[in-house]
């Protein structure tokens, strides 16, 4: 994540699709962004463009047939790993360190 965003989140969530592509554009569903203007557009820009990069994933029949079924809530985390961000129903990924 871009320097200067220490401590900012952003979460999101999308549909995916049988095929494992994203189904629409990922709604920001929070934020809490660090740094001055500049360093907050790069970090949801970088947040958006991992999103594009990950998707499409690969997925079985099976699976892809159980993605359409519920949206996935997916947060970007430039803090230290903890485990309090696990207690609800967000993926977190936690920015390298």
């Known amino acids: ?3 200067g965003t220490e401590g900012s989140t952003i979460a ?15 709604l920001v569903t929070a934020r809490r962004l660090e740094g001055n203007e500049a360093n ?31 949206p996935v809530r997916l947060r970007f985390v430039n803090t230290a790993p903890t485990p309090a961000y696990q207690l609800n129903s967000n993926i977190t990924i936690f920015a390298p360190r």
Do not use: H, N, W
């Open 12 to 26: 999101f969530r999308f549909g995916l699709s049988k095929t494992g592509a994203l189904r629409g554009k990922p």
């Open 1 to 3: 994540m871009p320097d």
């Open 40 to 70: 907050r557009q790069a970090y949801e820009r970088a947040a958006l463009e991992a999103l594009d990069r990950c998707f499409p994933i690969r997925v079985t029949p099976s699976f892809g047939a159980a993605l359409g079924e519920s």
